[in-house]
């Protein structure tokens, strides 16, 4: 193998790319439920036991005796609720789009946990601090995709620039006629979801599950919007 083929060759800032507004497509269609994505974000972000960043649903359909797994995380909403109601001004928006937490400035108030409609911040007890995806911010500034994409064995997870139209990721969202989660709520989220029907929306906000007949590994957050 030459030396220029080894991954942590191209790794640096100079690596970046100018992204105008970030974004993610989920493909529900090519997910096989392998908690790949969940895992390497607890790993990438050191995330305590029992919350997470990016999470797996299980969900029973409803007229089948079969499941279908829905990834689940911050969707980076143009209009973001948990932005709006944060009063210590801890949550702000990048100029590529994606919305951070700015954990020196938050005062553990809580409200962007009960105001975000896809059960996607939680507390970090540990660090005191409210937390939730970034998009892997330090990945993305120095050339790497999130951990979440690049350790998916099933190619669902795909990242990319939605302003430019020439991003793979644009046209992976028109071939699967991808859609938002929650598109109704008006936030807005820069997050796409392939395969994705209606009825998910009311089961995917209750944790992380990976059998619904093993209640014994059933992590539920308290602080998820039925």
């Known amino acids: 193998m030459a030396k220029s083929d080894l991954p942590w060759e191209n790794v640096g800032p100079e690596f970046k790319k100018n992204y105008g507004k970030v974004g993610m497509l989920l493909d529900l269609n090519r997910c096989v439920g392998c908690h790949s994505c969940s895992v390497s974000c607890k790993t990438e972000h050191e995330v305590p036991l029992g919350v997470f960043r990016m999470r797996v649903r299980y969900l029973e359909r ?47 108030e809580e409200e962007c946990v009960s105001a975000c409609p896809y059960g996607a911040i939680f507390i970090n007890e540990e660090k005191e601090v409210a937390e939730k995806c970034d998009f892997c911010f330090h990945r993305t500034e120095v050339g790497l995709e999130p951990a979440c994409v690049a350790t998916c064995p099933s190619g669902a997870l795909q990242f990319g620039d939605l302003e430019n139209e020439t991003d793979p990721l644009n046209e992976a969202i028109k071939r699967t006629d991808a859609k938002p989660w929650k598109e109704e709520a008006g936030t807005k989220p820069r997050v796409y979801y392939a395969g994705h029907e209606k009825w998910m929306e009311a089961m995917a906000n209750t944790g992380v599950q990976l059998d619904p007949e093993d209640a014994d590994i059933t992590y539920e957050q308290n602080n998820l919007q039925k």
């Open 62 to 108: 409803p007229k089948a005796k079969t499941l279908a797994f829905a990834p689940m995380l911050c969707m980076h909403c143009e209009d973001a609720p948990c932005q709006k109601a944060c009063p210590s001004k801890a949550i702000s928006r990048l100029d590529d789009g994606r919305v951070i937490v700015e954990e020196s400035k938050c005062d553990l």
